[in-house]
């Protein structure tokens, strides 16, 4: 069965940088097209980014452009989220989401069946 576990989220200030990880524990990762959606408190869960198997192509909400950048390692079966000039409005639960071969649109929620716990990125003003 395949896990997903966040690390790296924190308490930042606006403006500040934050890297998100999400590894998972499964043989065959380069299978997955692995996301991240975040969600904050009384908001609907958010898609952020998303990157296919092989990494060469990736997928940004298009508010977030320019300051996050996901990336992932194979050999290391890990997805990141790099965050930079972060924002208040940016305090949310980043949680990573994985999808087999998941092709087309990637910001439905509803298309991802494993699921990591979420970590807590909170940006003070």
């Known amino acids: 069965q395949v896990q997903l576990v966040e690390s790296g989220g924190g308490l930042v200030q606006t403006g500040g940088s934050l890297r998100l990880s999400c590894t998972a524990s499964v043989r065959t990762f380069t299978r997955y097209t692995m996301t991240w959606f975040r969600q904050a408190p009384g908001k609907e869960r958010e898609f952020v980014a998303a990157?296919?198997?092989?990494?060469?192509?990736?997928f940004y909400a298009d508010s977030l452009k320019g300051r996050f950048t996901i990336s992932r390692d194979n050999a290391k079966n890990t997805v990141y989220l790099q965050m930079n000039s972060l924002k208040p409005e940016d305090t949310a639960v980043y949680s990573c989401?994985?999808?087999?071969?998941?092709?087309?649109?990637?910001?439905?929620?509803?298309?991802?069946?494993?699921w990591g716990q979420g970590t807590q990125v909170t940006v003070s003003s």
């Open positions: 989401a994985a999808a087999v071969y998941l092709t087309g649109t990637y910001s439905n929620p509803q298309d991802y069946t494993i």
């Open positions: 990157i296919i198997w092989s990494g060469g192509s990736t």
